[in-house]
């Protein structure tokens, strides 16, 4: 069966520091890979996607940055955080999204930048 | 931009009560819908999805009704249980562009 991990589960980090959030999928080749991000109280926002390796597509401009490494995994960095970088970031993964093909998400990481 | 939303934010039934979640969405070319339901500090979890050629489809106490002429979907959850009590976010797609567009969610709430 498939996994996906995320790590770390909480985080807080002062404005200005780095960031980078690693994401892990095992039981899968070639996945579809994800970055949301969640608002307090507030619905997902489309970050990043990648359909393979090198392969990323921004939705948001922002000071953020995704990579894909290695096949199943996604990293999240950031060279200087800032306030409104809080949140609650989800990695998710998928095959190709279509019926019996939907997104399966990470339990998060949350992150308070003070 | 075209995106996913939902009629309210919060929702409050009685135990054994059904409940009924609504969600519009606005991209007439999406062809696939999803439910999700996010607990408290988890990542959402799949619910039930369904595709455009149909309108309705059944899993264990819950059912997606789809109305492609109003752009409507809905999540109805049978016999509702404190366990149910989480966000419920819809989602859509169309599969020519790998991306879900997610709905601000709906809060269920369920009273013993």
């Known amino acids: 069966s498939q996994t996906i991990h995320q790590w770390p589960a909480t985080l807080v980090q002062p404005v200005g520091s780095p960031l980078s959030l690693e994401c892990t999928v095992e039981?899968?080749?070639?996945?579809?890979l994800y970055w949301y991000r969640q608002a307090a109280g507030r619905g997902l926002q489309l970050l990043f996607y990648s359909v393979g390796i090198g392969q990323i597509s921004s939705e948001v401009p922002q000071n953020l940055s995704a990579s894909r490494p290695q096949d199943r995994q996604f990293i999240l960095s950031s060279k200087k955080l800032l306030l409104s970088d809080s949140g609650f970031y989800l990695c998710?993964?998928?095959?190709?999204?279509?019926?019996?093909?939907?997104?399966?998400f990470g339990n998060g990481t949350r992150l308070t930048v003070t | 931009g075209e995106s996913v939303g939902l009629h309210l934010p919060t929702l409050s039934v009685q135990e054994g009560d059904n409940s009924i979640i609504n969600c519009a969405y606005s991209?007439?070319?999406?062809?696939?819908f999803i439910w999700y339901k996010q607990e408290s500090g988890k990542g959402p979890q799949f619910i039930i999805d369904i595709r455009s050629n149909m309108d309705k489809r059944q899993g264990q106490r819950v059912t997606v009704l789809l109305n492609k002429t109003v752009k409507h979907l809905s999540l109805q959850i049978a016999a509702t249980q404190p366990g149910d009590s989480a966000v419920y976010f819809c989602?859509?797609?169309?599969?020519?562009?790998?991306?879900?567009?997610f709905g601000t969610g709906t809060r269920l709430l369920v009273s013993p």
């Open positions: 039981g899968t080749s070639n996945p579809n």
């Open positions: 998710a993964w998928s095959r190709a999204l279509g019926v019996n093909s939907p997104l399966h």
């Open positions: 989602a859509d797609l169309n599969t020519g562009f790998q991306k879900l567009v």
């Open positions: 991209n007439s070319a999406s062809d696939y």
